[in-house]
């Protein structure tokens, strides 16, 4: 469904990340991305939803290599927009219409798919955002804007789904929701977390990305959640220096998943 290859990224100010990164996601998959802060986890997801485009290799979507001007196509742009989702790690950013009910139509409008009624009305009852039709998205909490941001990609029915960060606003109840939804749905996934616990329970695979925004794990999930080594090394774990009687020892600690 997904596939980079050999894939590096330049930002504007020269700066370089990934060197010859390489992965593919196939249809149904469920993708956890791990790594420390700045290795590059929201960049990848960017560039997997064409929103950046790489500087060297090739990101392909079925088959097809994600061009400048392939996405310009308005018949490919249009089904890769609504098959192609990203929620963000701040997802302000997406919202900008006077009204929640609004902004969950606003996708499905633009892209001018069916039962635009039922959609808002089905993910906003999901969601808990039923109350808040009426309101202006920016009046939102933190937690409900992300829910609303969730909604809005939803209501178009996307085959694969990335998330950015999920965990960070979002409560315990509606982190419990979004598991039920998305592991039943069929749907592909990549979500990104420094949330271990988390990450054991969205994901089969894990792709692991040092601080480097190297690729120094691809494989089992649950066997990367065991290897305190790799954790580690990906900044996922580390020597905290805990006191036990009065004595100060060091040892590897994962911050939320205990191995056992
Ligand atoms: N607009 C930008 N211009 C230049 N460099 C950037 C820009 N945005 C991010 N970077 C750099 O790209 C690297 C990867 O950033 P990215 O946001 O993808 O990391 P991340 O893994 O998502 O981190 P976090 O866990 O903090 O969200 C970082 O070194 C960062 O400094
Ligand atoms: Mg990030």
Request: glycine content about 10%; proline content about 4%; some cysteine.
């Given at each position: 469904?997904?596939e980079?290859a050999?894939?590096?990224?330049a930002?504007p100010?020269?700066?370089?990340l990934?060197?010859?990164l ?6 149904g998959?469920?993708?956890?991305l ?15 939803n064409?929103l950046?485009a790489?500087a060297?290799?090739t990101?392909?979507w079925?088959?097809q290599a994600l061009t400048?001007?392939?996405?310009r196509q ?9 098959a ?8 302000e950013a997406?919202?900008?219409n006077a009204?929640?009910r609004d902004?969950i ?5 633009q892209?001018g798919?069916?039962?635009i009624?039922?959609?808002?009305a089905?993910?906003a009852?999901?969601l808990k955002l039923?109350?808040?039709l009426?309101?202006?998205?920016f009046a939102?909490?933190?937690?409900q804007k992300?829910?609303l941001a ?7 029915d996307?085959?694969?789904l ?6 960070a606003?979002l ?6 929701w979004?598991?039920d939804?998305?592991?039943d ?7 990104s977390?420094?949330n ?14 040092d601080e ?9 999930l ?7 080594d790799?954790?580690q090394?990906a ?9 036990h ?5 060091a040892h ?5 998943w205990?191995?056992?």
């Amino acid at each position: 469904m997904l596939e980079f290859a050999d894939v590096g990224y330049a930002w504007p100010d020269g700066k370089t990340l990934f060197s010859g990164l390489n992965f593919r996601i196939e249809a149904g998959e469920k993708a956890v991305l791990l790594g420390p802060n700045g290795a590059g986890k929201s960049t990848l997801l960017r560039l997997a939803n064409g929103l950046l485009a790489p500087a060297s290799g090739t990101i392909s979507w079925q088959g097809q290599a994600l061009t400048a001007e392939i996405l310009r196509q308005r018949d490919f742009s249009r089904a890769f927009r609504q098959a192609n989702v990203l929620l963000f790690q701040h997802p302000e950013a997406m919202l900008f219409n006077a009204s929640v009910r609004d902004e969950i139509a606003y996708g499905p409008k633009q892209l001018g798919l069916a039962d635009i009624d039922a959609r808002v009305a089905r993910w906003a009852g999901e969601l808990k955002l039923d109350g808040l039709l009426d309101e202006a998205p920016f009046a939102l909490s933190g937690g409900q804007k992300q829910k609303l941001a969730l909604a809005c990609l939803l209501a178009l029915d996307p085959q694969f789904l990335a998330l950015d960060e999920p965990s960070a606003s979002l409560d315990p109840r509606t982190v419990g929701w979004l598991i039920d939804t998305l592991l039943d749905s069929g749907r592909t996934l990549l979500i990104s977390t420094h949330n271990l616990s988390l990450a054991a329970e969205l994901g089969e695979r894990a792709l692991i990305l040092d601080e480097h925004g190297q690729l120094i794990y691809d494989g089992p999930l649950a066997t990367a959640l065991h290897d305190l080594d790799l954790l580690q090394a990906a900044g996922l774990a580390h020597r905290h220096r805990h006191r036990h009687g009065g004595t100060a020892h060091a040892h590897l600690h994962a911050h939320d998943w205990e191995s056992s």
